[in-house]
């Protein structure tokens, strides 16, 4: 896929694979298809939304967004002759984690509020993906009431109590009501990821612009615990399967729960600027 670089041949077998997963376990397009066309990147880039609808019709305006992006930078600084920036941890594993929550959604079959499932592009490129897409759901009138980002979440954090961390941990009452759902410090407070501000960094973050709404990225990239970020060492098999296999067998419960409790995640008032992420 040669590093998946928005709007090139590469990242188009992605896309079809993510097409071909969503149908296979019932995922229905949210648009007439699955593909969303950015209207802000040139070449073609489309980010790929999928959706399951809710049981309970009085919730049917509380869409859940669960996304991470699927792009890469494409090439990378060579090393041994080795250019192609497969980007496994950065995003290949938020997109698997995010296409392991459609399968266990669409099996479970008992989500009360609706979940789109949405696959960004051009992420790397200034988060136009999730630009694009949060100014037309403003624009089609749609007010999703929360947001999943996953992000590098392929290695494990060494010598923490928890075992991801929220960006924007302050800004609502998601870890929390994720910890008592879980039974554990399933979600923790990361100090770096505040002094980095990386609640501005992922795709979350334009949905929190446009909508005001609870918006977090989970991660388990610490600084400490990977050193391939935009790099060609970015490679799957460093990668820990077993790691990631645990991460989502915790989430996938908590975040079932989530859904379907009707005490919502709320914003927290006094920690709502750029600075106190």
């Known amino acids: 896929m040669a590093g998946r670089e928005a709007g090139t041949p590469g990242i188009e077998l992605a896309a079809v694979y993510i097409e ?5 376990h019932g995922i229905q397009p949210y648009y007439p298809a699955f593909r969303d066309t950015l209207t802000n990147f040139e070449p073609t880039a489309f980010n790929v939304v999928g959706y399951l609808p809710g049981s309970d019709p009085s919730w049917d305006k509380e869409a859940i967004i669960i996304g991470a992006h699927y792009d890469h930078i494409g090439m990378g600084k ?24 459609a399968r266990y959604f669409a099996q479970r079959n008992n989500n009360k509020r609706p979940l789109i499932f949405v696959l960004f592009s051009a992420e790397e490129k200034g988060l136009l993906g999730s630009r694009h897409l949060a100014a037309r759901m403003k624009k089609e009138g749609l007010s999703p009431y929360l947001v999943l980002n996953f992000e590098m979440t392929g290695v494990p954090m060494a010598d923490k109590p928890y075992r991801t961390y929220l960006t924007g941990y302050k800004m609502s009452d ?11 410090e399933l979600v923790g ?7 980095y501000n990386l609640f501005m960094r992922s795709d979350n973050y334009p949905f929190y612009e446009e909508f005001q709404i609870p918006a977090h990225t989970f ?6 615990n990977f050193d391939h970020y935009h790099q060609v060492g970015d490679e799957v098999n460093i990668m820990d399967m077993n790691h990631m296999s645990a991460l989502i067998n915790a989430m996938a419960p908590s975040i079932e729960q989530l859904i379907n409790d009707a005490s919502k ?9 750029s600075n106190g992420m």
């Open 20 to 24: 071909n997963f969503f149908k296979k």
């Open 189 to 195: 407070f990361l100090p770096t990821a505040k002094a």
């Open 174 to 184: 998601l870890a929390q009501k994720m910890n008592a759902y879980a039974g554990e």
């Open 265 to 273: 995640v709320k914003m927290v008032d006094g920690d709502n600027s």
């Open 219 to 224: 991660s388990t990239f610490d600084f400490t």
């Open 78 to 101: 060579p090393v041994d002759g080795d250019e192609i920036a497969n980007g496994a941890n950065d995003n290949a594993t938020g997109t698997t984690t995010v296409l392991e929550l």
